[in-house]
């Protein structure tokens, strides 16, 4: 792997640090959008944003929901967005699947939370960056991981293979992930991993951290696999282009 730097230690509690790094010329091949298209890129980590004790309120979100399914290898998803939900090899829409037990599961005061959440989010990454957050718009996939050290049993269990947002979903232009779990004390391996030219500079999960990025190469990424243990993230993304955009999902 090379030489490896830790950017954020479980142990830190940092209010914010954050990486400017030159952008790559991925933005250049779809429109731009003025005052938010990245012209500063980079990445950031802050544990300030959310706190501990409400990413525990969403991580019990995540773990109600993922009790319906989980996927029969190492990695699950629960999208409350399009209703996505891992069960065994394939994917069930959970509201159609479901139907009215959804109210038993989830509630409105779940659902706020979440709204609540991803607007800071969405706040903080336009304030780092210097673009509008109203010319933000939430894009899908936006989705809950949960991750162990099951074998992968189809490819959308193999969730360690570097990739570009960017260049994975064509409507990301900012990233964001807010952890659920201790790394370490939850689980072991599963770090986030930035992989660049001259060494990879890691992310160790904690609790209510926030690590935002752009979504284009100059952040070519990837998950370390899960050894022991259980990890939990949602994933959060945005669009500059409204026509990508999606609303934020509602208890029916």
Known sequence: DGVTEVLAHRSDNLQDKFMEIPCSEDYDSHKRFAGCTPRKCGRGVTDAVIT????????????????????????????????????????????????????????????????????????????????????????????????????????????????????????????????????????????????DADSNKTVEPRAGRVSFFTSGSENLHRVEKVQWGTRFAITISFSCDPQHGIADPLLA
Not at 71 to 97: C, E, M, P, T
Not at 105 to 123: M, N, P, S
Not at 155 to 163: K, M, N, Q, S
């Open 52 to 195: 501990r004790e409400e990413a525990e309120r969403i991580r019990r979100i995540a773990e109600r929901g993922l009790s319906l399914g989980g996927s029969d290898g190492g990695a699950s998803i629960l999208d409350l967005h399009s209703g996505a939900l891992s069960l065994g090899k394939h994917f069930v829409n959970l509201y159609r699947y479901f139907g009215d037990k959804i109210q038993d599961i989830f509630t409105e005061e779940d659902f706020a939370l979440y709204r609540d959440v991803r607007q800071r989010i969405q706040q903080r990454i336009a304030q780092v960056f210097g673009i509008s957050s109203s010319a933000m718009y939430l894009t899908k996939p936006t989705f809950f991981s949960r991750m162990n050290s099951t074998g992968a049993k189809t490819t959308h269990d193999e969730y360690w293979h570097p990739h570009v947002d960017k260049v994975t979903y064509g409507s990301f232009d900012y990233t964001s992930l807010l952890y659920l779990s201790d790394y370490s004390k939850d689980f072991g391996g599963g770090r986030f991993v930035f992989m």
